[in-house]
């Protein structure tokens, strides 16, 4: 089993300096709230004018993720996909130099700006401002690679008490477990991007454990069906059934199992072609609502209906109660 590492290097700049204790404890009438950008450090630079480098950084992680799983440091992808995930750093970095020549052409605007924000700390703002020379030596992203045998002896022992197959099913259950986390508004089949994400990366890495393969036959079947059920009135049970699918993924050991099994069988979720019937009281049932294609898209939340308050009993006096 051979792989490829990827080890990337990324350095930027905050644009906030140190601050000087001997300011912190000055008093000579300036707010210095106005530049603090936390507890001991001033904002030089603004932060819109750094947020394409943060950006950078998450995208790396992402395009890594997708096809590869956290290994001692780096990245480890298949080497049948290592061009592929070369190809997307080498678009990133692309992008990432050119926000780099942006910010250095427009270095000393941005320190003006900042100056005219805040002018009673002019002083400090250019005296801790950082020099273009700064910016081109400060600000780089590279990467390297490096082959990996997994049958080596010495990696093995080495991933003994901690199997990688555990780690990429770790992996998978944070992406099922951040989406749940963050919620849905959108309509139609919610969290079938996801659980196509999920299968994306178990088939990626399936050369590292055969349950991985398992797993990708399980969730292949899942977004087939859903997609298939997609504007029928079935379709409100393959959103129970995709839903129940990803709560089912947050643990590793599930996703394994899954693996393992090839299916969902041992999940105990409902079929997806049973359509949704919702509970209405027998004095207020009505008719169920239908909906297009067009009015449900993907990872929608359908507002539940309220039940009508049931009517006050009738007040009865006093001298009308029976003992």
């Given at each position: 089993?051979k792989?490829i590492?990827?080890?990337?290097?990324?350095?930027?700049?905050?644009?906030?300096?140190?601050?000087?204790?001997?300011?912190?404890?000055?008093?000579?009438?300036?707010?210095?709230?106005?530049?603090?950008?936390?507890?001991?450090?001033?904002?030089?630079?603004?932060?819109?004018?750094?947020?394409?480098?943060?950006?950078?950084?998450k995208?790396?992680?992402?395009?890594?993720?997708?096809?590869?799983?956290?290994?001692?440091?780096?990245?480890?992808?298949?080497?049948?996909?290592?061009?592929?995930?070369?190809?997307?750093?080498?678009?990133?970095?692309?992008?990432?130099?050119?926000?780099?020549?942006?910010?250095?052409?427009?270095l000393?605007?941005?320190?003006?700006?900042?100056?005219?924000?805040?002018?009673?700390?002019?002083?400090?703002?250019?005296?801790?401002?950082?020099?273009?020379?700064?910016?081109?030596?400060?600000?780089?992203?590279?990467?390297?690679?490096?082959p990996?045998?997994?049958?080596?002896?010495?990696?093995?022992e080495?991933?003994?008490?901690?199997?990688?197959?555990?780690?990429?099913?770790?992996?998978?259950?944070?992406?099922?477990?951040?989406?749940?986390?963050?919620?849905?508004?959108?309509?139609?089949?919610?969290?079938?991007?996801?659980?196509?994400?999920?299968?994306?990366?178990?088939?990626a890495?399936?050369?590292?454990?055969?349950?991985?393969?398992?797993?990708?036959?399980?969730?292949?079947?899942?977004?087939?069906?859903?997609?298939?059920?997609?504007?029928?009135?079935?379709?409100?049970?393959?959103v129970?059934?995709?839903?129940?699918?990803?709560?089912?993924?947050?643990?590793?050991?599930?996703?394994?199992?899954?693996g393992?099994?090839?299916?969902?069988?041992?999940?105990?979720?409902?079929?997806?072609d049973e359509?949704?019937?919702?509970?209405?009281?027998?004095a207020?049932?009505?008719e169920?609502?239908?909906?297009?294609?067009?009015?449900?898209?993907?990872?929608?939340?359908?507002?539940?209906?309220?039940r009508?308050?049931?009517?006050?009993a009738?007040?009865?006096?006093?001298?009308?109660?029976?003992?």
């Open positions: 089993m792989g590492v990827f080890l990337p290097e990324m350095n930027t700049i905050s644009g906030t300096r140190k601050l000087d204790r001997g300011l912190i404890e000055a008093k000579d009438g300036r707010d210095l709230d106005l530049v603090l950008a936390s507890a001991g450090t001033i904002q030089v630079l603004p932060k819109e004018a750094l947020r394409p480098f943060g950006a950078a950084r995208a790396v992680e992402v395009a890594l993720l997708f096809k590869g799983t956290r290994f001692f440091g780096g990245y480890l992808v298949d080497e049948a996909l290592a061009a592929d995930v070369h190809a997307s750093l080498a678009k990133i970095k692309e992008d990432f130099e050119k926000a780099k020549l942006r910010l250095s052409a427009n000393s605007g941005y320190i003006d700006d900042r100056c005219k924000e805040v002018p009673e700390w002019e002083d400090l703002i250019r005296g801790s401002a950082p020099s273009v020379e700064d910016i081109n030596q400060g600000i780089n992203f590279t990467w390297i690679k490096t990996i045998d997994l049958s080596d002896p010495e990696v093995e080495v991933l003994q008490g901690d199997p990688l197959a555990i780690r990429i099913a770790r992996e998978m259950a944070q992406i099922a477990s951040s989406w749940l986390q963050r919620g849905t508004n959108s309509k139609g089949l919610p969290g079938l991007p996801v659980l196509s994400q999920l299968k994306s990366k178990a088939k890495l399936s050369f590292i454990d055969g349950r991985l393969s398992g797993v990708v036959s399980a969730l292949d079947s899942v977004i087939q069906e859903a997609n298939a059920l997609r504007g029928t009135p079935a379709q409100a049970g393959a129970l059934v995709v839903r129940g699918v990803l709560q089912a993924m947050t643990s590793p050991a599930t996703i394994l199992q899954v393992y099994d090839g299916d969902i069988a041992g999940l105990g979720l409902p079929e997806m359509p949704v019937v919702p509970e209405v009281p027998e207020v049932a009505q169920p609502e239908s909906f297009s294609d067009s009015e449900l898209d993907d990872d929608a939340v359908v507002e539940p209906q309220r009508p308050a049931p009517a006050p009738p007040v009865v006096p006093v001298s009308q109660w029976a003992f």
